[in-house]
């Protein structure tokens, strides 16, 4: 793509590099393979790399041999694009869903291996969840949301997340790892969840994930109720609504969102 040949502006070159670490995966990328992948050697890479450090667009990781996207890439990145946060943008969407289904409404975003309430928009009945409050955090696959958010990650880190948390799932009260790849599979194939565990007695809920345009699931819709108006002949229509209600989210994402990578700076706004 980028030969080292003189007419190739530095400049170019250095977008050109930007574009190939944004591929990357949280880990980054080694300078061999960037170099390769920009077809130039890789002293010209460097260069180009270090100024694009110089200037906050990449970062180094896995002590220094690695590149990837700073935070203030997506920082600027969010500037140019929609000004609103999913908290922002998903606040008319849970308040439409409280409304419409009278039942309590939770927008959850994935925090590594955790699934974090970043808002909920409160129904006339009253509730109990393993979140709790906004700010509240799960391991994943521990409810409804955090289970439709795990059923949905790429094969890959939804096995390392299963690794990490099943311990803790454990712990938790939760079933084995067999149930929860029995839950997860059943939650993939049919696009939702609905739990009603007994883990909370009394309480049941759905779950629907958000998915971007790259078809990651960065968040989660989900409802929170009484195991009594989750029965058969209504949960159709809940899970209906959720999952409209979740592509009009999806719809108005911007993917350089801070707050889907950094979900506790969204919470320091939220008043207490």
């Known amino acids: 793509m980028m030969e080292d040949a003189p007419t190739t502006s530095s400049l170019r070159r250095a977008l050109g590099l930007l574009r190939i670490v944004a591929t990357s995966d949280a880990d ?13 050697s890789q002293p010209t890479a460097h260069r180009a790399l270090q100024d694009l450090m110089a200037e906050g667009f990449i970062e180094q990781a896995a002590g220094g041999k690695r590149y990837r996207l700073s935070l203030d890439f997506f920082v600027l990145a969010a500037k140019a694009g929609q000004g609103s ?3 922002d943008l998903a606040r008319p969407v849970l308040l439409r869903l409280a409304a419409t289904l ?3 409404i939770f927008l959850l975003v994935r925090h ?5 309430c970043l808002d909920r928009v409160e129904g006339p009945f009253p509730i109990r ?21 795990l059923a949905h990650l790429p ?6 997340v299963i690794r990490f948390n099943v311990p803790r799932l454990l712990d938790r009260g939760f079933l084995d790892e067999a149930g929860l790849r ?7 194939r049919q696009g939702w969840v609905n739990l009603n565990t007994g883990l909370i007695p009394g309480m049941a809920g759905v779950g629907v ?9 960065v968040a989660a819709l989900s409802v929170g109720t009484l195991a009594e108006r989750l029965g058969p002949q209504r949960l159709p229509s809940v899970v209906h609504i959720l999952q409209a209600e979740a592509a009009t989210l999806a719809a108005g994402l911007n993917p350089f969102d801070v707050s889907l990578r950094y979900p506790s700076r969204s919470l320091s706004n939220v008043e207490t």
């Open 28 to 40: 980054g990328m080694r300078l061999k393979d960037i170099a390769e992948a920009a077809r130039c």
């Open 85 to 87: 946060g999913i908290r």
């Open 102 to 104: 009278s039942d309590t």
């Open 112 to 116: 590594g291996y955790d699934a974090v």
């Open 129 to 149: 969840s393993f979140t709790g409050d906004i700010g509240g955090r799960v391991p994943l696959g521990l409810g409804q949301g955090s289970l439709a958010i």
């Open 155 to 160: 094969e890959a880190e939804q096995e390392e």
């Open 182 to 188: 029995t839950a997860l599979a059943e939650a993939r």
């Open 209 to 217: 994930p958000v998915i971007d345009a790259q078809g990651r699931p």
